[in-house]
């Protein structure tokens, strides 16, 4: 009997525990579900026969090793800074990983000692990253067969709320890591455009949104710059593109009220606040008087009139309010999180949407000019079958499905999911679970 550990139960698990379950009783599989929540466990394994629940502190060393020692594969819905201590026991037990979280410096430098050890460590095999590196890959190959060159890369991703669940001022609710919303951007961001390297600080990085192309039945959407694009030139293999964009979807209004906490340093992991209140948090943070209006300053410090649609969203959060805050944080990123999962939170009945686009140009070989857009949209059963969960978690069953039973050779090394060998057969099941792109040519 083959055994998958699953380390993580939260909200993007669902849809990969019930495949790898779906698939367990035929391939011969047990599937270990561990985290630090029973209840979390139970609500996504349901007691199945071939389950087995296993309560982990990520930080005990000994029955985390032990897990993987027993395990046959590892798949990693951890937050992305913890991987790196599974990585090292599945180096150390020679274990196959899967993650759906960017290659960390860490994980980097064991490039050469997963690949020495015949391992696969594939990361970033979730949505983004994941499904945008497998179909921009998929299509970028095909395009370099009849094309002379490929001039521009644009791709796009947004993690939505659907038309008919939007119904706070910010348009938006939480459907995966509520911490990663928050430090979106930190590390700035950097792309190509027009054969110019655009470097863009965190302070600017949601100042000034850009208009979205239009999108059936999804509202206007506009986007910001997605951490450094320039790292996946040269893993895209293209030479002689000019123009080089990832970048993330929202609706128009959530970027420039985002932009507003930035101003306002709200979102600062780093700082210590000792502040009782939530007012007394922002004044002090931003050496505002007391005895003037906390809304007019704010404006003031935003260049916008105090009734502004984007002031009157950051007001409807509750942080210009005299209330204590609760439960009491030391850090401004941890207390506008808590907030945020007050107000940004899925209802059961909610649906969310995920939408992803690709924008490509290049000389056809009779030098023609071609454009070329993929688009998909997906929206979720609820909030626990949402569209988030079941386009970050698919992906990762899908491989373990097709490495367990031998059905790919697994690339060795620390790697992304841009080989045929991954990528063919990943879309192709995808498809099948209704994670289709729509490809129009011009």
Known sequence: MQTILVVGAGKTSVYLVDYLLTHAQRSGWKVIVADNSLEAINDKTNNHPAAEAQVLDITDDKKRAALVAKSDIVVSLLPPALHILLANDCLKHKKHLITSSYVSPEMKELGAQVKQAGLMFMCEMGLDPGIDHMTANHILHGIQKVAGAITSFKS?????????????????????????????????????????????????????????????????????????????????????????????????????????????????????????????????????????PLIKQVADKMGLPADDTHITMVEWLGIFDDEPIKPKKNNSADILLDVLLRKWVLKPDDKDLVVMRHELEYIHKSNKKTTLVSTMALKGVNAKYSAMAKTVGLPMAILTRLVLNKKIKPPLGVCIPNMPSVYRPVLAELSEHGIVFKEEID
Not at 271 to 290: E, I
């Open 156 to 292: 796009f991703t947004g993690g939505l709320v659907s038309s008919e669940s939007d119904t706070n001022p910010w348009h938006y609710k939480f459907s995966w890591n509520p911490r990663n919303v928050v430090l979106a951007g930190r590390d700035g961001a950097k792309y190509l455009s027009n054969g110019k390297i655009v470097d863009v600080p965190y302070e600017e990085v949601f100042a000034h949104p850009k208009r979205g192309a239009k999108i059936d039945g999804v509202g206007p959407l506009v986007y910001y710059p997605n951490r450094d694009s320039l790292t996946y030139m040269e893993l895209y293999d293209l030479p002689d593109v000019k123009t080089f964009l990832r970048a993330t979807y929202r609706y128009q209004d959530f970027i420039k009220g985002w932009n507003v906490l930035v101003q306002l340093g709200l979102t600062d992991p780093d700082d210590k606040v000792k502040d009782s209140t939530y007012a007394a948090w922002v004044r002090t943070k931003n050496g505002f008087d007391d005895k003037k």
